[in-house]
Nanobody, 111 residues
Framework: QVQVVESGGGLVQAGGSLRLSCAASGSIFSLSSMGWYRQAPGKQRELVAAITRGGSINYADSVKGRFTISRDNAKNMVYLQMNSLRPEDTAVYYC?????WGQGTQVAGSS
């Protein structure tokens, strides 16, 4: 059974950094695109960044230049490096392997 588990969230001041990690199980990880999403209170879940199995990357306009997604296929890990955090980045961040979601990790930015 495929599972994903996020970690690394927390409270950070504006301008600070956090690194989120996503551990994925299952032998298909290296074949899968992976994505980071976020959901703020009262808002819909939105794509933050995605990386294909070949390393092609897409970012939401709101995080371009601040966030970096990466993956380590040997470790079945996906990371989201978040720099220059803003209060509006506050949300629960989810990792997704197609069709499989983690439980989320809370990121809270303070002004």
């Amino acid at each position: 059974q495929v599972q994903v588990v996020e970690s690394g969230g927390g409270l950070v001041q504006a301008g600070g950094s956090l690194r989120l990690s996503c551990a994925a199980s299952g032998s298909i990880f290296s074949l899968s695109s992976m994505g980071w999403y976020r959901q703020a209170p009262g808002k819909q879940r939105e794509l933050v960044a995605a990386i294909t199995r070949g390393g092609s990357i897409n970012y939401a306009d709101s995080v371009k230049g601040r966030f970096t997604i990466s993956r380590d296929n040997a470790k079945n890990m996906v990371y989201l490096q978040m720099n220059s955090l803003r209060p509006e980045d506050t949300a629960v961040y989810y990792c997704e392997q197609p069709g499989v979601w983690g439980q989320g990790t809370q990121v809270a930015g303070s002004s």
